[in-house]
């Protein structure tokens, strides 16, 4: 199995300040999803990229998956509380088989 | 409203005691699949299925069953639960398979003593 490691595990930050998260790996990957997950509640789909190199933004958040197609990043552009969860990225694996294979997550806090 | 329903959302049982987690979705999706959620370890797949009567196991199968006799449930089974089994367990469907969006469950939280 393909091991996705995000880092940073844990990220506290001031409200509009500026991130980035990354999510990285060894393999090759069809397709990566980013989740947000809050608590209490099962994750939540933000985007999925599937070229080498593209980017899709989505208000303040802009996400990158790598040339290799095996690494991606995640940034937040002047961060608010409503930013604070769990963010996990997640590889589809490619080969024929069903997998998604999920990284093991960044928590961030973000304060007034 | 297009939602995963898991049932129940908290579980204490001791070991040995079979238990059954139900998951059901009413979006028609062709794919479903479990996930347990553990500290530090992250999502970790389970079992998977790509349509009605077709499982099959994910990275962490071992001490858990599943069937998927309808399209929209998908239960989770443990026949024999230890306290290695102890996580928060989340079901989750999409269309045709992990290219298209996960949907999730909002999870169970199963504690075996």
């Known amino acids: 199995t393909q091991l996705l490691e995000q880092s940073p595990q844990f990220l506290s930050i001031q409200e509009g300040e500026n991130l980035t998260v990354y999510c990285n790996s060894s393999?090759?990957?069809?397709?990566l999803q980013w989740y947000r997950q809050e608590p209490g509640e099962g994750p939540v789909l933000l985007v999925t990229?599937?070229?080498?190199?593209e980017v899709k933004k989505l208000k303040r958040l802009t996400f990158q998956f790598g040339d290799a197609r095996k690494d991606s990043s995640l940034h937040i552009t002047a961060a608010q509380t409503g930013d604070t969860g769990l963010y996990l990225c997640a590889g589809a694996e490619n080969t024929g088989f069903q997998k998604l294979v999920f990284g093991t997550g960044t928590r961030l806090l973000v304060s007034p | 409203e297009a939602q995963v329903t898991q049932n129940p959302r908290y579980l204490i049982t001791v070991t040995g005691k079979k238990l059954t987690v139900t998951c059901s979705q009413n979006?028609?999706?062709?794919?479903m699949s479990w996930y347990r959620q553990d500290p530090g370890l992250g999502l970790r797949q389970i079992y998977y299925?790509?349509?009605?009567?077709?499982?099959d196991k994910g990275d962490v199968p071992e001490g858990y069953k599943v069937s998927r006799k309808e399209k929209r449930n998908f239960p989770l089974i443990l026949e024999s639960p230890s306290p290695n089994q102890t996580s928060l367990y989340f079901c989750?469907?999409?269309?045709?398979?992990?290219?298209?969006?996960?949907?999730f469950g909002n999870g169970t939280r199963l504690t075996v003593t």
């Open positions: 393999s090759v990957f069809s397709s």
């Open positions: 299925s790509m349509n009605v009567e077709v499982t």
């Open positions: 990229v599937v070229t080498g190199g």
């Open positions: 989750a469907s999409s269309w045709t398979g992990v290219g298209s969006p996960l949907h």
């Open positions: 979006m028609n999706h062709e794919y």
